[in-house]
C-alpha cells in the first residue's frame, strides 16, 4: 500500500502541525493515495477555524487511513485560549475513514464544569468529530487501536450541523474497536 508520511510536510521551524497535517492529507486526496503515516512523536495542533472551532476538517473525502505507532504517536491539541474550544478532527462528508494506533490528547488543562468563561483553557474539547451535512454524509468509520486522553467532553462526538434542529443529520457505521478513554 502507498502511504505518505506526515513530516514529509513538516518545516523546521514548525511548532503547530496543523498546516502539515492539512497540506498532508490534500497531498493525499490529490494524489488518491489512501494512506497517511504519523511517525513516533507528539504532532501539536494550535490552529483553530473561528467559525467551525476545528483544526483539521474531512470533507469530502473518501478512502483514507490515518495511522500511526500508537501510544508513541500524539495527536495534541492546543488552541492557546484563540476559540472557546477546539475539534482536533471534524468529519463533515467522509466515507471509508480509518483512525489507526494513535493517542489523543485533547490537553485539557481542568476540569471546569459548565462555567463556560473558562473553556478557553479546554484546548480539545472533542479528538473527532461527527458533523455530518446531511444523512449518510459520514459512513463506514473506523477507529481502532487509539488512545483519548484529556478531552474535556467527549473524546468522540457525533452531532449534525450546530444550527440545525433535532433530528441531527445521521452518521452510520462507525466502528471502535481496541480503544482506551482516559
Known sequence: ???INVRKFRTNTDMDDTKAINDAIAYAVENNI?????PDGVYRILSTDQNTHTAIILDNIDGLRLYG??????IQGSNNGSVLYCCLFSLVNAKNITFESMTFDGNAQAEFGENIEKREALNGLHAIYFNPSNDDAIDN???NNCNFKN???SAIASYGLTAQNYPHPVTKRVKITNCNFS
Open 69 to 74: 505507532h500508537g501510544a508513541t504517536t500524539v
Open 34 to 38: 489512501k494512506n497517511i503515516f504519523f
Open 151 to 153: 478531552t474535556y467532553d
Open 1 to 3: 500500500k502507498v502511504s
Open 141 to 143: 468509520v473506523v477507529i
